[in-house]
């Protein structure tokens, strides 16, 4: 492929480069230059334009992400189509990613004109979470270095989502005089909130005295009828020999391991009685929050082995985040700052449903509703406010002179709302712990509103999505945590953020704000009763 100017004469058949204006229409950067495109440009003065010329045996680049997505042997994976070379694959169920990292690693090495990045071995997955993706860097490649990966692929299973099997758990805690009931209570409900998520079902729960006979006998008793039986201890184990440990052995099992290089995690017991798992768990595991419990539980039930030599080998990213309530912690907890938020506006929406007029520039009390909205976000704590554009760009961005926002266009706003977001959040500053996705179409939702979502952000530490609801209704707008940011480059289409807030890769936290929550202008009906006046 040879890449540059090229006289306009000449460039037929190329692909284009940049995207280039012409009267009436745009023609997007990676499009085909046809005949006609050819003239356009021509008459519009463009003497040449920068394109992409292909070889012989050169593939384009859908065409070459589709082949390779296709070579990829995988399992409980869904490969979406190719677009803008790039081919996403999506996990089908709710499980533990496995990866060949020397096959990623081969295929990454035979050209930086083709990539393929993937998920971290053994991350959990929610149904319908991008795990993997194949990217071809230019406009086209050499498709002898295709068939080279190809070959690559060949008998190799790249990677896999092992679904979580349905798995009966015994739950047993021992307790010592003075132990709270409530304590107990507490780690049962969240035990139980942790199997739902891994498709587990708490089939018994048994509180016994802080001893090795009665705890033993416990075990035995719950191994004879569970897949899996948890042991949460009063006390924390600090030998082989301790209590745990003892009953497991007592109780006719065997003990694999007793520590793990995951820090909250560190004291877990690792046992087995007969075909039955037997997990003594750290006390961080009392806490919804992740740690080295979950890390071989969730390998646990998705069928994937896990021994001492597994466990040893996680300290590598096994630091994990500090638990502030445990009674000794690592370091001294200093306060973070307030989590800053940044606001996204989507204003680049073809109103396809009012027959014409762009609901964006409909008057509400004198003023455009794109203003109206952008108005009462730039007046809340966003630290910032972007706007989003596409649909009659120019006419919108008039409509905000004055205000202090910033207009990025989306060229493919075409291909649905999901494009409009993507572009938002590639322009999220580094500073923003989380970004406010406001639709521009929505007159109800006032600053105040805004504040108490941003507020409740900031109550979460900025780890939570935040949702707006009506009568406890779904509704918009949604702030989406950092974390969550490289989901967005998943999503597709007409699809705005709901896939990824009831995805459960992060906590949702509901803020009631009353009908503007559910209140858009997608209609001239609906414009008409909220007020608004339509404008040619």
Known sequence: ?????????????????????????????????????????????????????????????????????????????????????????????????????????AINAVDPSITIATLAEHS????????????????AVAGELVERVVALC???????????????VGLIQTTLPGMKASVLDKTARITQDRLQRLNGTLLVERRTAHDEAQLSAAIGETASSADIVLIFGASAVSDIDDIIPAAIRRAGGTVERFGMPVDPG?????????????????????????????????????????GSGDIARMGVGGLLMEIPTRPQPREKIVPAPRPSVCAIILAAGRSSRMGGPNKLLAGFQGHP?????????????????????GHQA???????????????????????L????KAGIRSVPAGAQGALV????????????????????????????????????????????????????????????????????????????????????DTPEAMRDAGGVLQD
């Open 418 to 421: 999901s494009s409009s977001l």
């Open 266 to 306: 560190n004291l877990l017991v690792l046992g087995r009685v007969g075909d039955v798992h037997v997990l003594g768990a750290p006390g961080c595991a009392r806490s919804p929050k992740t740690n080295g419990f979950d890390w071989v539980l969730e390998r646990i039930v998705a069928g994937i082995p896990v």
């Open 1 to 105: 492929m040879r890449f540059g100017p090229v006289p306009i004469e000449m460039a037929r058949g190329t692909i284009l480069a940049h995207a280039t204006s012409l009267p009436g229409r745009k023609l997007k950067k990676g499009h085909p230059l046809t005949a006609e495109d050819v003239s356009a440009l021509a008459a519009a003065g463009h003497g040449q334009v920068v394109a992409a010329v292909l070889d012989p045996g050169d593939l384009g680049e859908d065409e070459a992400a589709r082949r390779i997505a296709a070579a990829l042997r995988t399992r409980s994976i869904d490969v979406k189509p190719p677009a803008t070379g790039r081919v996403n694959l999506h996990g089908e169920a709710a499980g533990v990613f496995t990866v060949d990292r020397a096959l990623i690693d």
């Open 369 to 389: 509703l794109v203003r109206r909205t952008a108005s009462r976000v730039t007046a809340s704590r966003a630290i910032s406010t972007i706007v989003v554009l």
């Open 124 to 139: 959990a997955v929610e149904s319908g979470q991008m795990v993997a993706t194949v990217k071809i860097i230019p406009f």
């Open 438 to 521: 406001v639709l521009g179409d929505m007159p109800e939702v006032t600053t105040a509103d805004l504040d108490r979502m941003i507020a409740a952000f900031e109550k979460s530490g900025g780890t939570s999505i935040v949702r707006a609801t009506h009568d406890g209704k779904r509704g918009n707008p949604v702030i989406l945590p950092r974390s969550l940011f490289p989901f967005v480059e998943g999503l597709e289409g007409d699809t705005g953020a709901r896939h990824i807030v009831e995805g459960g890769a992060a906590d949702v936290v509901d803020v009631e704000i009353g009908k503007g929550a559910s209140v858009d202008v």
């Open 394 to 416: 120019d006419r919108v961005s008039k409509t905000l002179e004055g205000l202090q926002v910033e207009t990025i266009e989306n060229p493919d706003f075409a291909s649905g």
């Open 154 to 168: 060949a008998g190799v299973d790249a990677f896999a989502v092992n679904p979580y099997v349905p798995r009966r």
